[in-house]
C-alpha cells in the first residue's frame, strides 16, 4: 500500500521560503501524475501546482519537482505572503497526502 508522508512546513516570516516534501513509501512504477494543493481556513482546497501549470497567484514564486530515486515530491516556496498560509496536500498517483500546515506571518 502506497502511503504519501509530508515535512517542511512551518512559520515563516513574509518573504520567506520554505520547501515541502511529499515522500512515498510502497511499490509504484514511477511518478506519472503530482501536484500540490492546499486548504486556507474557511475556504476551498484549491490546486496550487502540477507539473504542467501553477495557480496564478503562485506564478513565479512556487516550484514543483520531483526526485524519482528519492521517491519525493516537493514544492519550493519563495517569496511567501500572508495570503499562502493554508494546509498544503500533495497528490502523487491520485493519492493524497495528509497535509501539512504553512504560516506566515510576522
Known amino acids: 500500500q502506497v502511503q504519501l508522508v509530508e515535512s517542511g512546513g512551518g512559520l515563516v516570516q513574509p518573504g520567506g521560503s520554505l520547501r515541502l516534501s511529499c515522500k512515498y513509501s510502497?511499490?509504484?512504477?514511477?511518478?506519472?501524475?503530482m501536484a500540490w494543493h492546499r486548504q486556507a481556513p474557511g475556504k476551498q482546497r484549491e490546486l496550487v501546482a502540477t507539473?504542467?501549470n501553477y495557480a496564478d497567484s503562485v506564478k513565479g514564486r512556487f516550484t514543483i519537482s520531483k526526485d524519482n530515486a528519492k521517491k519525493t515530491v516537493y514544492l519550493q516556496m519563495n517569496s511567501l505572503k500572508p495570503e499562502d498560509t493554508a494546509v498544503y496536500y500533495c497528490?502523487?498517483?491520485?493519492?493524497w497526502g495528509q497535509g501539512i500546515q504553512v504560516t506566515v506571518s510576522s
Open positions: 497528490l502523487v498517483n491520485g493519492q
Open positions: 510502497g511499490t509504484i512504477f514511477g511518478i506519472y501524475n
Open positions: 507539473s504542467t
